[in-house]
């Protein structure tokens, strides 16, 4: 995910590159200095007693925080085990994690894998496949993770990482707002042009889009096209977007673009629409689900209007779905004390604790207990994530996933700025898809 508004991708500008550098390399477990674990060799439970240090990557978003926050309770059961977590913007991750998995000398034991990676990580060698380890970890329970939460993590059968936050998209909007216009939420896509042109009256806008260039219009205009009946990929894994509904999909979000959104925001990300919206200029956005908590925050970023918007899924019913999940990189210096603390994490008890206290949600035992339900960010914004979550998909499968995000994602806002025609960026967005991705 990009989970922030920084996820302009500038580290992918060469992908090309990149991708053979993946393929050339070879990797395996290998010694470092900079710590003393003692031997591996263990494949589920991990002794209480192993002695070691997990050096981990994330980005640096709310559910690391939560993450964080948990660490003195890991180490009440692992008091041997030291957890480092190195936290940063997005742009930054990729290339850090494609250097410490190439080098002699790693600096991770443990990293967040974002989703369009794992195709591109897995074949190049550079993940642990965790079959081994999940089926011999008591009571992990591997089938209670969202189905659409595992798929993305499992490439040619194999599963190569554990779901740990979901960033599935859904639709934000202000509850008084709808009120007092007497207006239903739109259950289709011609509903919500309707629904959000209707709206846009006296200085302020409907909807608050996000069609800069690349990740971020692709990551919300896909959405457009699950409520047109379309898809990227049509059945045999083909591109599918010039097509009838994609030609819908993006002529509705264009027209939204130009008549019920604010002006001069061609440019916009995921901060740029949430302040519209906190603000009041906006009254609803599409965006990820954890959209909902920043804007309700008592005392936060939306002022006296904290407490007025409320989430449901994407409209028209499928949501597109984004993920981070942990992987183990082949040369970690200790893959048992990183997978001590993945499993740890993902234990049913720690994984409700984690949500109550404002982490995302991945298993579906956690959305059932009262608990978690009753504390936290409360059962209707949970309950709204757990429909998105049975019904989603992500953006791209397969290899080079990033490469073609940022090349469809172009055409796309070219479409929107009016440089091509919709036919036209359809077109060259599906020859971008099979160029990229093949066949």
């Not at 994690?97 to 991770?108: D, G, R, T």
């Not at 990929?233 to 599918?240: I, L, P, V």
């Not at 449901?312 to 949501?319: D, H, L």
Request: overall charge negative.
């Amino acid at each position: 995910m990009a989970t922030t508004a920084s996820r302009t991708i500038a580290a992918l500008a060469a992908v090309g590159a990149l991708t053979l550098s993946l393929a050339g390399c070879v990797t395996g477990s290998q010694d470092r200095s900079s710590s003393t674990p003692t031997a591996g060799g263990s494949t589920g439970e991990i002794a209480k007693d192993h002695s070691g240090t997990v050096r981990i990557i994330m980005e640096s978003v709310n559910d690391t925080d939560v993450i964080e926050s948990l660490i003195p309770e890991f180490n009440k059961e692992y008091p041997n085990i030291s957890i480092d977590i190195d936290s940063m913007v997005y742009d930054q991750m990729r290339d850090k994690i494609v250097a410490s998995v190439q080098s002699p000398e790693p600096a991770y034991d443990l990293f967040a894998t974002d989703n369009p990676w794992f195709t591109d990580f897995s074949q190049a060698g550079f993940l642990q496949p965790l079959d081994e380890r999940i089926a011999a970890t008591p009571d992990f329970d591997n089938a209670d993770y969202f189905q659409p939460l595992l798929d993305i993590t499992t490439v040619d059968g194999v599963q190569y990482g554990v779901p740990y936050m979901n960033y599935a998209v859904g639709y934000v909007y202000r509850k008084d707002v709808f009120a007092d216009a007497g207006l239903e939420v739109p259950g289709t896509l011609d509903e919500l042009v309707t629904t959000v042109k209707s709206l846009t009256k006296d200085g302020k806008y409907g909807i608050a889009l996000q069609p800069q260039r690349g990740y971020k219009i692709m990551e919300e205009w896909v959405g457009w096209l699950f409520a047109a009946g379309g898809s990227v990929y049509d059945a045999e894994g083909n591109a599918s977007l010039d097509t009838p509904e994609a030609h819908k999909a993006l002529e509705a979000y264009i027209d939204v673009f130009n008549n019920a959104a604010p002006k001069n925001s061609l440019n916009w990300m995921f901060d740029d629409a949430q302040r519209s919206v906190a603000s009041g200029d906006s009254a609803s956005l599409i965006s990820y689900n954890f959209a909902l908590p920043l804007l309700n925050e008592e005392g936060g970023i939306s002022g006296d209007r904290a407490g007025e918007f409320t989430l449901v899924p994407m409209i028209g019913g499928k949501s597109v779905l984004g993920s981070w999940s942990w992987s183990i990189p082949t040369n970690s210096g200790d893959p048992d004390a990183a997978w001590a603390f993945v499993s740890w994490l993902g234990s049913k008890d720690v994984d409700a604790q984690r949500v109550i206290a404002g982490g995302s949600p991945v298993r579906e035992s956690t959305l059932e207990r009262e608990d978690v339900l009753t504390e936290g960010y409360g059962a209707d914004y949970l309950n709204a994530i757990k429909a998105m979550l049975a019904n989603s998909d992500q953006i791209s499968h397969g290899a080079n996933s990033e490469e073609m995000i940022q090349a469809v994602g172009t055409e796309l806002n070219e479409a929107v700025a009016g440089t091509k025609s919709v036919d036209q960026a359809l077109k060259d967005a599906n020859a971008a898809i099979i160029r990229i991705q093949g066949e």
